[in-house]
């Protein structure tokens, strides 16, 4: 081939939209051995077109013979730097065949290989290569990239076999304290990635507990705006009273002010905490002492507040430690006769007299209504169903938890005036 074709080619390769197909196209032609030498000697130039057009014959050329990867061993021994050799490595296929590949090279390529690797698919006969392929990624500085792995895996070839538990533990503690790599990584796949890791380790029944509820903590953020749980701190707020209230007293100041509290933590760590805590107890959506078949042990109920209670008032978070009693217990499910609450809060409503636990109560009975959708017109009807519910509700329990029947009173009422505003809005749009 002339030099005058040759520059061509590379003039061609360099402007290419499509470099990948470009280098697949001249991998596979019929002249391979007269433009081999040259279109090698990209994977060193700064041109990233050239370099990707390079990697892609190398694609081509290793699937038309496996043996070829020897003969550039051969050939190129002695004249490409560590750079050159990582990045012809970077352009075969993610397998067995280029693991044992870079054992044959100097350590500096595979460090630069590592490093710089961005497909992490394996085949079914390469499954066994997964785990030490998230290892390599952490120990080469990359746990967003071993995470991003770890989440292909867990879709693909590990659906069914899972990955090692401490593992991808270790992963996500890495990520959460020191993530090297957060630059390189695209950040619409982290979230994802992060999420279909703890839903692998929350799955397994093996992992400690405690380990699994730090894990938690550290990305409780993640699970305030994804469908997933934190179950092991959840879990936690539902049988540790002093949990609750260590996060309510993160989150609100002792009132009035206790000397010294938290003084071993730092501002910025203090308003993390804090944060933290405030997402865990929005999270929070059931009672403790609550079954999965919607029954609630009133006695394990009733010490859990009273323990609660009593550490609050201790530390001086007694009416925001009750509001937030009352928060918790608006998740409560209806009871045995139908209505809400269940027959167990109602007790509690009726002995503790607490306007703040009311209040918590009805607070976050609307809180939970969320965001409302309705028909041209409509006007305030929600409201005024959801108005005559409690109201109805109300009269049939107004004699044995009258306390409680005042309070769906009040609920009604509230709806009532918000079904006034709706019917407002309507008429002044007509």
Same mark, same amino acid.
């Given at each position: 081939?002339?030099?005058?074709?040759? +520059?061509?080619?590379?003039?061609?390769?360099?402007?290419?939209?499509?470099?990948?197909?470009?280098?697949?196209?001249?991998?596979?032609?019929?002249?391979?051995?007269?433009?081999?030498?040259?279109?090698?000697?990209?994977?060193?130039?700064?041109?990233?077109?050239?370099?990707?057009?390079?990697?892609?014959?190398? +694609?081509?050329?290793? !699937?038309?013979?496996?043996?070829?990867?020897?003969?550039?061993?051969?050939?190129?021994?002695?004249?490409?730097?560590?750079?050159?050799?990582?990045?012809?490595?970077?352009?075969?296929?993610?397998?067995?065949?280029?693991?044992?590949?870079?054992?044959?090279?100097?350590?500096?390529?595979?460090?630069?290989?590592?490093?710089?690797?961005?497909?992490?698919?394996?085949?079914?006969?390469?499954?066994?290569?997964?785990?030490?392929?998230?290892?390599?990624?952490?120990?080469?500085?990359?746990?967003?990239?071993?995470?991003?792995?770890?989440?292909?895996?867990?879709?693909?070839?590990?659906?069914?076999?899972?990955?090692?538990?401490?593992?991808?533990?270790?992963?996500?503690?890495?990520?959460?304290?020191?993530?090297?790599?957060?630059?390189?990584?695209?950040?619409?796949?982290?979230?994802?990635?992060?999420?279909?890791?703890?839903?692998?380790?929350?799955?397994?029944?093996?992992?400690?507990?405690?380990?699994?509820?730090?894990?938690?903590?550290?990305?409780?953020?993640?699970?305030?705006?994804?469908?997933?749980?934190?179950?092991?701190?959840?879990?936690?707020?539902?049988?540790?009273? +002093?949990?609750?209230?260590?996060l309510i007293c993160l989150i609100f100041k002792a009132n009035?002010?206790?000397?010294?509290?938290?003084?071993?933590?730092?501002?910025?760590?203090?308003?993390?905490?804090?944060?933290?805590?405030?997402?865990?107890?929005?999270?929070?959506?059931?009672?403790?002492?609550?079954?999965?078949?919607?029954e609630v042990n009133a006695a394990q109920l009733q010490e859990?507040?009273?323990?609660?209670?009593?550490?609050?008032?201790?530390?001086? !978070?007694?009416?925001?430690?009750?509001?937030?009693?009352?928060?918790?217990?608006?998740?409560?499910?209806?009871?045995?006769?139908?209505?809400?609450?269940?027959?167990?809060?109602?007790?509690?409503?009726?002995?503790?007299?607490?306007?703040?636990?009311?209040?918590?109560?009805?607070?976050?009975?609307?809180?939970?209504?969320?965001?409302?959708? !309705?028909?041209?017109?409509?006007?305030?009807?929600?409201?005024?169903?959801?108005?005559?519910?409690?109201?109805?509700?109300?009269?049939?329990?107004?004699?044995?938890?009258?306390?409680?029947?005042?309070?769906?009173? !009040?609920?009604?009422?509230?709806?009532?005036?918000?079904?006034?505003?709706?019917?407002?809005?309507?008429?002044?749009?007509?």
């Amino acid at each position: 081939m002339g030099a005058l074709q040759a +520059s061509g080619i590379e003039r061609l390769a360099a402007v290419a939209k499509l470099p990948w197909s470009v280098g697949n196209s001249l991998g596979n032609s019929s002249f391979t051995n007269k433009i081999e030498g040259l279109v090698l000697s990209w994977l060193g130039n700064e041109n990233s077109s050239l370099v990707q057009t390079a990697k892609a014959y190398v +694609s081509a050329r290793y !699937r038309q013979a496996h043996e070829w990867l020897a003969t550039i061993r051969e050939q190129y021994t002695g004249t490409w730097f560590d750079k050159i050799w990582a990045a012809f490595c970077l352009g075969l296929p993610f397998n067995k065949a280029v693991f044992d590949f870079l054992e044959t090279l100097a350590k500096g390529v595979k460090k630069h290989y590592w490093e710089n690797v961005k497909r992490y698919y394996l085949q079914d006969e390469d499954a066994k290569y997964a785990n030490w392929v998230i290892e390599q990624l952490l120990a080469h500085k990359r746990p967003l990239a071993a995470v991003n792995a770890a989440a292909q895996f867990l879709h693909t070839i590990a659906r069914e076999t899972g990955l090692d538990d401490d593992l991808l533990a270790r992963t996500l503690e890495i990520v959460a304290t020191d993530p090297a790599d957060h630059e390189t990584m695209p950040r619409v796949s982290i979230s994802y990635d992060i999420v279909r890791v703890l839903r692998e380790l929350q799955s397994n029944l093996d992992i400690d507990e405690k380990r699994l509820a730090r894990i938690e903590w550290m990305y409780v953020r993640i699970f305030h705006h994804n469908d997933i749980q934190p179950v092991a701190l959840l879990k936690e707020v539902m049988k540790n009273p +002093s949990f609750f209230v260590h996060l309510i007293c993160l989150i609100f100041k002792a009132n009035p002010p206790i000397e010294g509290e938290f003084s071993d933590l730092s501002p910025e760590s203090r308003r993390q905490q804090a944060e933290n805590a405030w997402y865990l107890l929005e999270l929070a959506d059931q009672l403790p002492g609550q079954s999965d078949t919607q029954e609630v042990n009133a006695a394990q109920l009733q010490e859990w507040i009273e323990k609660v209670r009593e550490e609050c008032a201790q530390r001086n !978070r007694r009416v925001i430690g009750d509001e937030y009693i009352g928060k918790l217990l608006s998740h409560s499910p209806s009871g045995s006769d139908g209505i809400w609450p269940h027959e167990a809060v109602r007790d509690i409503i009726e002995q503790y007299e607490s306007r703040d636990v009311e209040e918590g109560i009805e607070v976050g009975l609307f809180n939970q209504r969320g965001v409302t959708s !309705r028909t041209l017109g409509e006007g305030g009807k929600q409201e005024r169903e959801l108005a005559e519910k409690y109201r109805q509700q109300a009269d049939e329990i107004k004699y044995m938890w009258p306390r409680t029947a005042a309070m769906l009173g !009040r609920v009604a009422d509230s709806y009532n005036r918000f079904a006034a505003r709706w019917d407002l809005e309507t008429e002044l749009e007509d």
